[in-house]
């Protein structure tokens, strides 16, 4: 009995136990459960909670993007104005029989009228638009016409001012303070397709030192070939045109002949370059002052330029033909292995006739050695009569026989036993070897030698001062060694200052 009760007890307390474990474990089972349907809510509701954030990020930059474009929307019509209708000429694809049947379209290549084949073909059609400007356009445009059918106005006036010593001969010293100032106002019109017209207004005025120094090379070339003093005259009028594909220019009517002939890249400009007129163009080139003429230039674009000139003598008084001076030039354009571009220039010209007395003849070269550095030389040789050097040199600087000195005396037209020379030199110098990037440097000589024993030598150096575009100033030194011109050997060293303006 006793064994009996002990076994159901122990069978009783096993149930309760398994009772409690199960209710434990069904416990922990529910709260494992909750739990992890906590964290998962929590996370999806935070995982929402960063897609909103998102939405709202992506949603301002939108409202950003959209805000920028209407601001510059607006801009583009502040900036903008509708034109006037244009009608334009469009190219247009047609359609066409033998029948003359047009159509837009090629409708399987049978013409619905006549059955005829139908071929390809172009044609032209007016079409009216309407397009926006901006306000830039326009004014460039309005530019534009008006330069197309307006004369373009410029004033260039240049001075220079130079003090003379004498090194050598009586007198020694300090001698004097000369000044030359000249303006220029021109005048370009376009009149039709490949024409120009040019017109250039001069009023000049001042001493050289070429009144006080009696000398050939003219030591300020601003006054060569100069008309009259302290008044407004006409320097240069002409009309240009460009004739067989713009090979053929033709110059005609008040012309100045040292802009197209003896040119040299960095030995032709008296306003920006050196201001001995020898150095500017060769001494025997002899032009008479400016005048009537006309100059034809040939250029078949193979390297070789030739040019034909004429105008009237300086001894000219009733008509134009009665005599003319004549200038013929070809100039060859190079490219030597080693070196840059480079022109070299041959020329002879007549003056009023060809008799030997009346002719010249003379080179003229620039080379460019580097992009910086160019180098020139010039070469001329006439007849040496005594006749010819009075007509060519002192008509030459100083027209109408107003000569500023009254050196060489004439003689009876005789020959002398050889001819006369000329010589001349120099080097022009840029940046990298300057102080500024746009300023410029050059020395240059030149060499006179007369059959009749007259002899000079002369030698400039200048300094080009780049400022700003519409002023410039240079520094020259000018040494005229040992010239005999006046029958007294004097040598004298002029430092000169030039100002130049141009508008």
Not at 399 to 405: D, I, P
Not at 425 to 430: F, T, Y
Not at 471 to 496: C, E, M, R, W
Request: charged letters at 25%; aromatic letters at 12%; a negative charge.
């Amino acid at each position: 009995m006793g064994k009996n009760r002990m076994t159901c007890s122990r069978s009783a307390w096993g149930l309760q136990t398994t009772k409690r474990s199960f209710a434990c474990v069904s416990f922990i089972s529910f709260l494992l459960f909750a739990f992890s349907y906590l964290f998962s809510t929590d996370s999806a509701f935070a995982g929402e909670k960063s897609s909103i954030s998102d939405d709202a990020n992506k949603f301002d930059v939108m409202e950003n993007r959209l805000q920028e474009l209407e601001d510059q929307l607006k801009d583009l019509e502040n900036k903008t104005v509708l034109s006037e209708p244009e009608m334009i000429i469009k190219e247009k694809e047609i359609w066409v029989c033998e029948n003359g049947h047009e159509y837009d379209s090629s409708l399987k290549g049978v013409c619905p009228n006549d059955g005829l084949a139908l071929r390809r073909d172009f044609t032209y059609q007016r079409t009216k638009v309407y397009r926006r400007q901006t306000i830039g356009e326009q004014i460039q445009n309005a530019l534009d016409e008006r330069d197309a059918r307006g004369i373009d106005i410029g004033i260039s006036a240049t001075s220079t001012l130079q003090e003379t010593f004498k090194t050598s001969g009586a007198e020694k010293g300090v001698q004097d303070l000369f000044g030359v100032g000249s303006t220029d106002l021109y005048f370009i019109g376009k009149p039709a397709l490949y024409t120009l017209f040019f017109l250039d207004i001069e009023a000049i005025g001042g001493a050289s030192p070429d009144r006080k120094i009696d000398n050939i090379s003219l030591l300020t070339s601003d006054v060569a070939r100069r008309e009259v003093d302290k008044r407004v005259n006409v320097r240069e009028a002409w009309l240009r045109t460009e004739l067989l594909g713009q090979k053929l220019t033709v110059s005609a009517g008040m012309l100045d002949l040292t802009n197209y002939f003896d040119l040299n890249t960095v030995a032709n400009d008296e306003t920006t370059q050196f201001i001995t007129d020898g150095l500017v163009n060769n001494l025997f080139l002899g032009v008479p002052s400016n005048g009537a003429g006309v100059i034809a230039a040939f250029d078949p674009k193979i390297g070789l330029i030739f040019r034909a000139g004429a105008q009237r003598g300086a001894s000219v008084e009733n008509g134009l033909a009665q005599k003319v001076f004549s200038m013929f030039e070809v100039e060859y354009l190079s490219h030597l292995p080693g070196l840059q571009v480079g022109h070299y220039r041959a020329w002879v010209r007549f003056d009023e006739n060809a008799k030997k007395e009346n002719i010249a003849w003379g080179l003229s070269a620039d080379q460019k050695i580097t992009a910086s550095v160019t180098v020139f030389a010039r070469f001329g040789s006439r007849s040496g009569s005594d006749t010819n050097r009075q007509s060519a040199n002192i008509s030459r600087f100083y027209s109408k026989g107003n000569s500023y000195y009254s050196g060489l005396s004439r003689s009876d037209s005789s020959e002398y036993s050889r001819d006369d020379y000329f010589y001349s030199g120099g080097i022009e110098m840029r940046t990298p070897h300057t102080f500024g990037i746009r300023d410029s440097y050059a020395i240059a000589f030149l060499s006179t030698d007369l059959a009749s024993g007259v002899k000079e030598t002369l030698v400039e150096t200048y300094y080009n001062l780049f400022l700003t575009e519409n002023l410039k100033t240079s520094f020259h030194l000018q040494y005229l060694a040992n010239s005999n011109v006046g029958g007294k050997d004097k040598s004298y060293l002029i430092p000169g200052l030039r100002v130049q303006l141009d508008f």
